[in-house]
């Protein structure tokens, strides 16, 4: 079956410091990854997606993700956080076969929290 | 502002009864998709329409439905309505190209008493 999987319901980490929020996945052929940000009462927004190419991706507000086809994961991080980043992150996953259609997976979510 | 326009933003309605959320893609993206927001299931697909025609279904309910006009705006209509409906419904649109991403709507929360 395919999944994702984002092992934290919560990371807690403090302004300034580096951030790693964890995705790892579960499907057939190449997949298409993603990254999404949900803030309160609000859509989703994308921040960046691996498609091919270069293992480390950067996306929007200055986050990046490593791509790591052996572990199966795409763990999304950010050299220093801001109290802003707090919100829910979406790791979303597009299977290959898909048709170039976007029938994502969505892992369950996790929260940042960042502390001033 | 992701271009893609969803109404209304909240809807409070009983069980029993039925709706229709309302969905505008961003311009020029010819298809569609539903996703379901709940505390219990999280984030799960619903259905997917590609200039007018349904493309893929997800976990929709048989209670569930959905439409894509000519104009490419989209509807889902949700019949027989039940407290377990409550949720936010997002409605995402995206080009047909194998390279791109999925721009979501600032979704319909609905609740069903």
């Known amino acids: 079956a395919q999944s994702v999987a984002q092992p934290e319901d919560q990371v807690n980490v403090a302004e300034g410091n580096p951030l790693t929020v964890k995705c790892t996945y579960s499907v057939s052929g190449n997949p298409y990854l993603f990254w999404y940000v949900q803030y309160p009462n609000r859509g989703l927004q994308f921040l960046l997606k691996?498609?091919?190419?270069?293992?480390l991706v950067k996306g929007s507000y200055g986050f990046e993700a490593e791509f790591n086809k052996s572990q199966t994961s795409f763990h999304l991080k950010k050299p220093s956080a801001l109290v802003s980043d707090s919100a829910l992150y979406f790791c979303a996953v597009r299977p290959f076969l898909s048709g170039g259609y976007n029938k994502l997976i969505f892992g369950a979510g996790t929260r940042l929290a960042v502390h001033p | 502002d992701s271009g893609v326009t969803q109404t209304p933003k909240h809807l409070i309605t009983a069980t029993g009864q039925r709706v229709t959320l309302r969905c505008s893609p961003r311009?020029?993206?010819?298809?569609v998709y539903w996703y379901q927001q709940s505390l219990d299931q999280g984030l799960q697909f619903l259905i997917h329409?590609?200039?007018?025609?349904?493309?893929a279904k997800g976990n929709i309910l048989e209670r569930f439905s959905a439409q894509q006009f000519p104009d490419l705006h989209s509807e889902l209509n949700l019949s027989s309505l039940e407290l377990g409906d409550s949720a936010l419904y997002f409605c995402a649109s995206s080009a047909t190209r194998m390279n791109t991403e999925a721009f979501f709507g600032q979704g319909t929360r609905l609740t069903v008493v």
């Open positions: 311009s020029g993206d010819l298809s």
């Open positions: 329409y590609y200039n007018g025609e349904e493309r």
């Open positions: 691996y498609i091919t190419g270069d293992n």
